[in-house]
């Protein structure tokens, strides 16, 4: 989580709205973690990180929200500016960039670009989506479809930008967005991660076979 709030502190923050929400069982090196740059904070049981972004975005006021979990890193310093720079002035309803990944052997790469209109014309059925890390997305919009449905446990991010995708296809960002290391529950638990990501399309995108006569 420090290195998380240090990827923070040179950004561009102009009207940038820094909320956390922890439900760690000693809030004091948290809070103390958090001196010197201007935050909302609220602290909340634990129940899961779906929950917990849930209560984010609720608390939210800003035109569009990014979530960052402990340990993701923006890239640069220069990636809000950025980011605000591309979406400004524009009706978008969410955006994606591409992410670094630090692998287990400490080697790094960036994802290739995601190419939504060649996964969406397949409904999606190779299982590939842009990570959180990489999406901003438009607060109400996230709101009028209920947030993340903490019924997928580790896919609620995937199933909420699935449903984006039936409302507006989003936008490219250009930089780099975010650093992340490998380790986290979507990747140490892939199969189960995979598995959930096709219930999700399945429920939301409802595909269809062939039909046969």
Not at 68 to 74: K, Q, T, V
Not at 87 to 106: K, S, Y
Not at 135 to 162: K, N
């Amino acid at each position: 989580f420090a290195r998380t709030v240090a990827s923070l502190r040179d950004q561009d923050l102009e009207a940038v709205e820094f909320l956390v929400v922890d439900s760690s069982s000693d809030p004091a090196p948290v809070r103390g973690t958090l001196s010197n740059l201007e935050h909302q904070y609220f602290w909340t049981p634990p129940r899961g990180i779906y929950p917990a972004m849930n209560l984010a975005l609720q608390m939210a006021t800003g035109d569009y929200v990014y979530f960052a979990n402990a340990g993701d890193l923006l890239h640069d310093r220069f990636v809000l500016g950025q980011v605000r720079a591309q979406l400004a002035d524009r009706d978008v309803v969410w955006a994606f960039g591409e992410v670094e990944v630090v692998q287990r052997d400490g080697s790094r790469v960036v994802t290739p670009r995601w190419d939504y209109a060649q996964e969406k014309a397949s409904l999606f059925s190779r299982g590939h989506f842009a990570p959180h890390q990489g999406t901003f997305a438009r607060r109400t919009a996230l709101l009028a479809q209920g947030g993340f449905d903490p019924s997928y446990t580790i896919v609620a991010d995937y199933a909420a930008f699935l449903k984006l995708s039936q409302v507006a296809d989003p936008v490219y960002l250009e930089p780099v967005i975010a650093t992340f290391v490998e380790g986290g529950v979507s990747t140490v638990r892939w199969q189960e991660s995979i598995r959930q990501f096709h219930s999700a399309r399945r429920a939301i995108l409802a595909p269809r076979g062939w039909d046969v006569v």
